[in-house]
Each structure stands twice: as structure tokens, then as C-alpha cells.
């Protein structure tokens, strides 16, 4: 059986290059709805939610799909818990024959201040279990991002701790606005492409 970047790299006619897989990371339960390590689903709550679609259960997640301009939004938010999250990842990759260059993995980031938005095709986990496990599931850090900003100006001593707790006031009144900007990136990034949503979003 082919690695899974060797499936990609050949490019076969078998990949649908008009399906995206949209993936926000998070943990499952009711205690992680409102932390900040779950703004990944948060994010794509949000987008299903302005397009009236319903979540399914499925194998490794849970799926809801949109259809804008001729191509498929395929959104999913992993089951497996944040640490095993490249599972679904390259699951629902196979299953829906998604060229890697049509994943977006959303997730939170601890290094950068909050409500920072990045955009990048390629990169390292930087520390983050979740990225760590899409890498080595893929095979490959050459897949696109949107990070979220989820740190302070002066870092917690219990990063565990911060990134499981909920939002604060402060963070309460500024997210929605942060989310809505997420979701025109997720929709720009399918139908424009990764450069023209980089260099029309980074640093807004």
C-alpha cells in the first residue's frame, strides 16, 4: 500500500480536486465546549451554523458538509481527542479522495497573541499535540493552517491548564468577530486558493 504523501504526490485521476476537507481541532465533551484549545470546532460550529447544515456522527468525527461555486466544503471535527486527531484527518482525507494541497486544519495557537489569524500552507506543530499527529499521519507538514491566537503578553505558568480553561471577559467580547473573520478565510481559502486568502488575511 502506498504512504499516504506517495498517494497525494502522484496526483491520480481518482483525487476529486473540487472537494476540500475543512478540519477543526478540538476535544469531545461538554467540559471542552467553551475552552480555548477548542476553538478549532468553535470555528466550524460557527460556519455550519450560518449555512444551516446539521452535524452527523460518523467514523472519527463528526461531518456536516456545504456546496459553494462547484465545490465541496466537507467539514469535520475529529472524535479521537485532540492527541489523535491526524486519525480522522487521514481517514476522512481517503475516504473522500482529498488531494492534501484541499486540507485546512483549524486550530488553536498558545505562541501567538489572541485573536492573531495565520495562514501558512506548511510548518512545524510547534508544540501542539494535535498538528504533531496530523504531521505523522500525513507523513508530511506540508499542509495548510489557520491558527488561531490564543496567548497572552505574559505566558501562563501552566500552559495545560490555560488552554483547557474557558474563555475570559476580556476574550468573551472580541471572539465572535474573530470566528466570522475564520470563516470568510475557510471560504476564500477553497474558492480563491491558499496565496490570494494569505495575502488578503494575514495580519488583519
Excluded at 476535544?27 to 468553535?42: A, C, K, M, P, V
Excluded at 470555528?43 to 456545504?66: P, R
Aim: a positive charge.
Amino acid at each position: 500500500m502506498l504512504f499516504f504523501k506517495e498517494l497525494f504526490k502522484k496526483k491520480t485521476p481518482s483525487l476529486d480536486m473540487k472537494k476540500y476537507l475543512i478540519v477543526g481541532l478540538g476535544n469531545i465533551g461538554l467540559e471542552y465546549d467553551n475552552t480555548r484549545h477548542n476553538i478549532g470546532f468553535q470555528i466550524l460550529d460557527h460556519l455550519a451554523e450560518k449555512n444551516k447544515v446539521l452535524w452527523e456522527t460518523k467514523k472519527l468525527a463528526s461531518l456536516s458538509i456545504i456546496k459553494k461555486k462547484g465545490k465541496k466544503f466537507i467539514f469535520i471535527k475529529p472524535t479521537t481527542f485532540m492527541n489523535r486527531s491526524g486519525k480522522a484527518v487521514r481517514y476522512w482525507a481517503l475516504q473522500e479522495k482529498v488531494n492534501i494541497e484541499n486540507i485546512l486544519i483549524v486550530t488553536d495557537d498558545l505562541h501567538l497573541p489572541f485573536g492573531t489569524l495565520r495562514l501558512k500552507g506548511k510548518g512545524s506543530p510547534a508544540g501542539h499535540n494535535g498538528l504533531k499527529d496530523v504531521e505523522s499521519e500525513l507523513n508530511t507538514p506540508n499542509y495548510a493552517r489557520l491558527r488561531f491566537g490564543i496567548g497572552q503578553e505574559k505566558k501562563p505558568f501552566d500552559q495545560v491548564k490555560f488552554v483547557l480553561d474557558n474563555w475570559n471577559t476580556r476574550e468573551q467580547k472580541h471572539i465572535k468577530g474573530r470566528i466570522e473573520l475564520c470563516n470568510e478565510i475557510i471560504i476564500n481559502f477553497v474558492l480563491e486558493g491558499l496565496n490570494s486568502t494569505m495575502n488578503r488575511f494575514n495580519g488583519k
